[in-house]
């Protein structure tokens, strides 16, 4: 027997409609890249994304055509995202962080037919003339006033605010099929060439309606939300359907990204939560620290960050110092898993009433894990012989997910399934244990794990006990080989400025916090690590940069 409700499509049109016609009011509010700051409200972006979505279709888009962004989080890629997902295009962001080769191969293999470019980006363009496969125009993301001479051999340059202007106001979203394809995000590609994840209404609207459970990130719409994960990348964890579906105001940072900016809009805009990977934070507490000054607030319960009462960190490991260092200045992390292949949130370490008592330490090793799927998500962690391993938050195996907002199969890619090592079940890449509560912990990726001697040891946890020395900015720790162990740990560290530190001492520091046989023999400084188009570490090249140790030991 079929039940007998409405069928109504989930689609992201009816979020912003919702949000327009709910919360008009609330505020949206963007560092721009041409200086000031802008204000608008859900009601002005849901007029201004109609006029836009008249405006791609007139420029001759059919239905799934990919209008792709190269843009800071900003209120027009706001616009683009609602205005091409509610057209019945896809919105392509695009990460300006990857090599400028990666950048065109993915507008190619994507078949991007319209470019938005915020203006930062028009250089970048500028070096991929000739290379830009099916490109018709770009329309650069200002008004005319900013407008740029258009570069030598690129497609006609447009005006984003005069294409609204010449549209009239009013267009009635089309009643799509939820399952119609809405954005198309690629990830980093560290091995290989990016791959496209191409979401849909469906996945867009359930994902963000599981982040706005409240044991997920606490949205609601007295929150003051801020995303500092980029909207070029993995929906910025969906923050741009999730501030809408609750009504919470919405603080968009630019290209800003730095310490004093990032406190500068928390303070002015009454932020309440954010969102970022963890250098984003370790810059801005090295900031804060930096200041020493603003001693009044720091020894107040303010701490220095106004009305930041929770971050969301993932994307990487957040080390548990930082985890510490926010909460000395009154904020909560709610460390959160996911991948491009998973929209992306899936885990977050939200605590369970029992754990309300618990002592600090236990409350920080509790929030160090990555945690516990939000409804939606499923999970196994499989162990060598394909069974689920033990929850005792010791063994540990390769992590499997599925769920409506996971992916299926990747772009251009159609007939073969993503990863699927176990049939309907996504293959992560990383391992992970899970203990008896369900908390699942990240060890590794399963390429970044350093076996010795038999026994696997977490690279992560190497880097986390290590930048928990006062003197360690960042680490990395890599395998390399090793005659009798097969592998050993290889750690470098960069110094914090001006401070001193040597191999010895940090050995030291590790005597007591791991078992002896994991404490890394060969430890090396460098100036700076090399990190990914998403700000993870690039082991890869760290490898490559220590090519003499790989080898040497390897004799
Ligand atoms: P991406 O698709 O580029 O966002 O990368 C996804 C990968 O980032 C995952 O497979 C993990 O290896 C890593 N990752 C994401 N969040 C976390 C986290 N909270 N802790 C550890 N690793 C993470």
């Known amino acids: ?79 683009i995202y609602y205005a091409a997902g509610g057209a019945g295009l896809v919105c392509h962001t695009i990460n300006p962080r990857l090599f400028p080769e990666q ?31 099916a490109v018709r125009a770009i329309v650069v993301m200002t008004d005319r006033a900013h407008m740029p001479p258009p570069p030598e051999g690129l497609p006609p340059l447009l005006c984003y605010e005069e294409l609204l202007a010449a549209q009239p106001p009013g267009f009635d979203w089309p009643a799509l099929d939820e399952n119609t394809a809405c954005g198309l995000c690629y990830t980093s590609g560290t091995t290989g060439m990016p791959k496209g994840v191409l979401y849909s209404h469906r996945s867009c609207v359930l994902h963000a309606l599981g ?127 996911g991948m491009t292949e998973t929209s992306p949130v899936a885990l977050t370490s939200a605590p ?36 689920p391993v033990a929850r005792d938050g010791v063994a540990f195996g390769r992590l499997l997910v599925r769920g409506p907002w996971v992916a299926a199969a990747y772009h251009g890619l159609e007939d073969s399934p993503a990863h699927a090592t176990e049939p309907g079940w996504f293959d992560t890449g990383d391992v992970a244990t899970v203990d008896a509560d369900g908390y699942v912990c990240i060890v590794d990726r399963t390429k970044d794990v350093i076996k010795s001697g038999g026994e696997w040891i977490s690279s992560i946890e190497l880097e986390n006990i290590a930048v928990s020395h006062p003197a360690v900015q960042e680490a990395a720790a890599v395998a390399r080989p090793d005659p009798k162990w097969g592998e050993r740990p290889l750690l470098v560290l960069v110094r914090r400025p001006g401070v001193a530190v040597t191999a010895e001492e940090i050995r030291a520091h590790f005597h007591g916090r791991v078992a002896r046989w994991c404490i890394p023999e060969d430890i090396r400084f460098a100036e700076e690590l090399p990190h990914t188009a998403t700000g993870k570490l690039l082991k890869s090249r760290i490898r490559e940069l220590y090519a003499e140790a790989m080898q040497a030991a390897g004799n």
Not at 274 to 279: D, L, M, Q, R
Not at 312 to 326: D, H
Not at 379 to 384: I, P
């Open 103 to 133: 950048i065109a191969g993915i507008i190619r293999h994507a078949e991007d037919e319209i470019l938005c470019a915020d203006l930062t980006f028009l250089p970048l363009l500028a070096g991929l003339a000739g290379k830009l496969g």
């Open 1 to 79: 027997m079929r039940g007998l409700m409405m069928d109504v499509p989930l689609l992201v049109s009816a979020v912003l409609r919702h949000a327009a016609e709910t919360h008009g009011e609330t505020e949206i509010v963007s560092r721009t890249v041409e200086g000031p700051i802008h204000r608008t409200t859900y009601a002005a972006l849901h007029e201004r994304s109609q006029r836009l979505a008249k405006a791609l279709l007139a420029l001759g888009l059919g239905q799934g055509g990919r209008v792709g962004t190269l843009a800071w989080n900003g209120y027009r890629h706001l616009e």
């Open 352 to 387: 369970q009433a029992k754990h309300e008592g618990l002592p600090p330490r236990e409350r920080l090793a509790l929030s160090a894990r990555q945690g516990r799927p939000l409804y939606g998500v499923e999970f196994r962690v499989l162990g060598a012989d394909g069974q």
């Open 211 to 337: 982040c706005c459970l409240p044991d997920v990130f606490e949205l609601s719409a007295r929150s003051v939300i801020m995303p500092a994960v980029p909207m070029f990348h993995v929906n910025a964890w969906g923050t741009p359907y999730s501030a809408p579906m609750v009504g919470a105001k919405l603080v968009l940072p630019g290209p800003k990204l730095d310490g004093a900016s990032l406190r500068e809009l928390i303070l002015s805009e009454g932020v309440t939560f954010s969102a970022g990977v963890p250098t984003v934070w370790m810059g801005l507490l090295d900031w804060l620290d930096a200041q020493g000054e603003i001693a009044g607030e720091i020894a107040g319960a303010q701490g220095g960050l106004g009305a930041l009462r929770l971050v969301g960190i993932g994307g990487s490991a957040c080390p548990p110092v930082v985890i510490e260092r926010l909460a000395a200045r009154g904020v909560t992390v709610r460390h959160a898993w």
